[in-house]
């Protein structure tokens, strides 16, 4: 019975989380992730899943949803024409290495170094998302050679290592570089499935210690966490998306980036003083 309600539980969480993710995803435009990783590390914590290896499961998991929803993405931004193919497919090959560099890394960590890494990444994209200026620019089109060659596995190598897509890395990146935002939005969905697929592959084959890992994960994917979080964000985005259009999102995403911060603020403290 104690196993059974320990279930019920972790699937009332993992709902709620969802249905957060999905609003907020659809509401300011953010990647689930951002929200996913923090909210599962807290949930999987306070149902008795610890260890040193909770964040490899976290980070995993969320990546197996970024798969589904940005491909969902991917395709209602190209009915629409605002994928930029070429920006995509010559960024890709770097994202996939730095995705694939930045799973291994992950695999080998401790869980409190990750949380670390998240904690200080996210805050710095909450800085950004609070203080940052849509006129803000580093050039006039995105780069070419040798420096693409260095920024395109940086962010799929960050991207992994915070547990995202291409939405928090890419979108300020291809503004900043002169990119509409509108299409850069689109784009950086593509960012979120070559980030995710090679990731979430290699993710599929660590070990975690069985006795501190919830039922129904495979490798560092936990199945029920997948299933039930993509079922919500797909039922909620859309709510998000209709808010978005009712109500100026400007102010609200700072709000969401205070609340960044003090998440990231509160990850740093889990991760150095427990």
């Not at 104690?2 to 509401?27: D, W």
């Not at 599962?40 to 899943?49: C, V, W």
């Not at 935002?181 to 499935?193: D, E, L, P, S």
Request: aromatic share 8%; net charge positive.
């Amino acid at each position: 019975m104690p196993e059974t309600m320990l279930l019920i539980q972790m699937a009332v969480l993992l709902l709620v989380i969802g249905a957060f993710a999905g609003v907020l995803a659809g509401l300011l435009g953010v990647g689930g992730g951002i929200v996913l990783v923090p909210a599962f590390f807290y949930a999987f914590q306070t149902l008795g899943y610890g260890g040193d290896q909770l964040m490899q499961m976290c980070l995993a998991t969320s990546l197996a949803t970024i798969i589904v929803t940005s491909v969902r993405s991917v395709m209602s931004h190209h009915k629409k024409g605002a994928v930029d193919w070429g920006i995509l497919k010559s960024w890709a090959p770097g994202i996939v290495v730095g995705a694939i560099v930045g799973m291994f890394v992950v695999a080998g960590l401790r869980s409190t170094t990750l949380q670390a890494i998240f904690g200080v990444l996210a805050l710095v994209v909450g800085l950004y998302m609070g203080f940052g200026r849509s006129e803000w620019r580093l050039g006039q089109a995105m780069p070419m050679g040798l420096l693409r060659a260095v920024l395109s596995p940086l962010m799929g190598f960050l991207s992994v290592l915070m547990g995202i897509g291409g939405g928090s890395f890419g979108v300020p990146m291809m503004s900043l570089y002169n990119t509409p935002i509108h299409r850069a939005v689109a784009t950086a969905a593509g960012f979120g499935v070559v980030i995710a697929v090679p990731s979430v592959i290699g993710f599929l084959f660590v070990d975690l210690d069985p006795a501190k890992k919830p039922p129904l994960t495979i490798g560092a994917v936990n199945l029920g966490a997948f299933v039930l979080v993509i079922a919500m964000t797909l039922l909620t985005a859309p709510l998000g998306a209709r808010l978005a259009h009712a109500m100026d999102p400007k102010p609200l995403k700072r709000v969401f980036a205070v609340f960044l911060v003090l998440v990231a603020l509160n990850m740093l403290r889990k991760a150095f003083w427990g």
